[in-house]
């Protein structure tokens, strides 16, 4: 089938920025040019009038969670909620709904103590009160911390004796159980719940990948594949029920499993699924101030820091394992500390293999890079992916937590551009919504919710905002000659957005709606 678009702006992502017309067939992106040329090209193309709109290359996905997406369909959301009232009617409303068997788990998820009275976290006795009769797991909104309540604890077997996993803690006051957990704490006992059936979670795993392709998403990522996920995985591919493609990064503990499980998926897609390289996280996150950070938080005390998850010896085991498989290695890195530890590790063993840099090793995150780690980050291949939209969900906190100074450094887009480090944006959903234009938005404009302006010397055109989450991205996938532009002989992964936002106003970028979103000449959206 030949599709011939024409009839609004279509943006390239090439040297030739835009085109008149462009011609699909058989998923594939036949030729781009003026509307008469491509007729007379294909007299029997169905002709798309684009009607004003505009279309671009599908947005890509740098980094997220899809089966956290699709797990926390199935929990109550906790987003926003400013109090201990309001997250009891929500939990109670969800029982009610849901009609959940009482004794058995109950999840909460997009928990924020930072919009709660004094910063602070509920209790325990609150915890245990929000609904007595199931157990309560509550994930914070960075994805690093945790609530538990007392059943759960039981449950779990933790006790005031249980020692924490190193790089982890376990909420203890006056010797008495907090119920909070964060880091490889909270990982470690996340993983002792029980999941849902298979069957709620394959409704979920669709309908995630609804919400993905609504936000113009045609390319997702598993940021972090724990051996827990495996049946998941085959269950996608024996059902084969995706229709985006999906990269996958196991975890260290798991990277073999994963690799001999689903060796069809290793480095190629296998029903839309890659197995994408090895996964690694060093720290936490700046707004629950457990990112490691060369310059201690505002209002603590003089060594709080946050810290580090892995030691140097094991980040340099993991960048020698990407190496010796020949996988791209990921690192998740919040803080200037544990960026300058990706960078001390992976310099160490891009001695011994110099391939290690083609590889495209990912620091994740990257909030707090130092404009001073970043040309040794280019000498290495790094390539950083910014959770930009931390300026807006979170810039007002991390000027508590950093001060203004430090805080309108985070995600330095604009110097990185300038000193030449390759770059992409993500949400890391599910802590936020995979809403690539309010992240366009935020990467042009750096505006907080309380309306600071942070960092306005790192703001950035429209149109390298838009390159981090297409060409930019598919180079970071090393998929840049299949996707992330409009060109002949790449894939038909295309979005039609309602404007151009290259003629919208800068603060007008968020409003844009996805008319529609296309995979392989497809569509798998219509807004």
Not at 405 to 424: D, H, Q, V
Not at 496 to 525: C, F, H, M, Q, W
Request: charged share 25%.
């Amino acid at each position: 089938m030949k599709k011939l678009y024409f009839g609004g702006s279509i943006l390239t992502m090439e040297k030739e920025a835009s085109a008149e017309a462009l011609l699909t067939e058989d998923g594939r992106i036949r030729m781009t040019g003026s509307k008469e040329a491509l007729m007379a090209a294909a007299r029997d193309a169905e002709l798309v009038n684009l009607d004003g709109a505009a279309l671009l290359p599908a947005f890509i996905d740098p980094h997220s969670h899809f089966s956290q997406v699709a797990s926390g369909l199935l929990q109550v959301s906790l987003d926003g909620a400013v109090s201990y009232a309001e997250i009891k009617k929500r939990i109670s409303a969800f029982v009610e709904r849901s009609g959940c068997p009482k004794g058995g788990w109950l999840m909460a998820r997009d928990y924020d103590h930072n919009l709660l009275e004094g910063h602070r976290n509920l209790t325990l006795d609150q915890l245990d009160d929000l609904a007595p009769e199931y157990a309560v797991a509550i994930q914070h909104k960075s994805g690093h911390m945790g609530l538990f309540n007392s059943l759960a604890l039981t449950f779990l077997g933790v006790t005031v004796d249980t020692p924490a996993p190193e790089g982890g803690r376990i909420g203890l006051e006056d010797g008495r159980l907090t119920g909070y957990m964060e880091e490889n704490a909270y990982f470690t006992y996340m993983r002792k719940i029980p999941m849902p059936s298979m069957a709620e979670l394959g409704k979920a795993y669709c309908r995630a990948q609804e919400l993905y392709a609504s936000y113009g998403i045609a390319t997702l990522q598993e940021g972090m594949l724990v051996e827990q996920m495996l049946p998941l995985y085959d269950m996608l591919l024996r059902e084969k029920i995706l229709k985006l493609d999906l990269v996958a990064y196991p975890e260290r503990a798991c990277f073999e499993k994963a690799y001999q499980t689903f060796p069809e998926s290793a480095g190629h897609y296998s029903d839309h699924i890659r197995l994408g390289g090895l996964k690694i996280f060093l720290d936490g996150s700046p707004q629950g101030r457990t990112a490691w950070v060369r310059t201690p938080y505002l209002g603590g005390a003089p060594d709080d820091r946050g810290y580090g998850t892995m030691k140097d010896e094991e980040v340099r085991e993991a960048f020698v394992l990407a190496a010796r498989k020949g996988v791209q290695p990921l690192a998740h890195c919040n803080g200037d500390a544990a960026a300058a530890q990706m960078i001390r590790c992976l310099a160490e063993e891009e001695k011994k293999y110099p391939a290690l840099k083609d590889l495209k090793p990912v620091m994740i995150h990257a909030q707090l890079l130092g404009i001073d780690q970043i040309p040794e980050a280019v000498q290495l291949g790094i390539i950083a992916s910014f959770f930009v939209a931390h300026v807006w969900h979170w810039g007002d906190v991390h000027i508590r937590n950093l001060g203004l100074e430090r805080a309108s450094r985070i995600s330095p887009a604009a110097s990185a551009l300038k000193l030449g480090l390759p770059f992409t944006f993500h949400q890391d959903a599910p802590v936020i919504a995979p809403d690539m234009l309010e992240t366009i938005w935020c990467a042009v404009n750096r505006r907080t919710r309380g309306g600071v302006l942070l960092g306005a010397e790192e703001r950035i055109p429209v149109m390298e905002a838009l390159k981090a989450v297409t060409i930019n991205a598919a180079y970071q996938y090393s998929e840049e000659n299949e996707k992330g532009s409009l060109r002949a002989g790449k894939q038909a992964d295309m979005v039609i957005l309602d404007k151009n936002p290259l003629e919208a106003a800068p603060d007008e970028l968020r409003n844009i709606k996805v008319l529609r979103t296309i995979k392989s000449g497809e569509t798998v959206y219509q807004g």
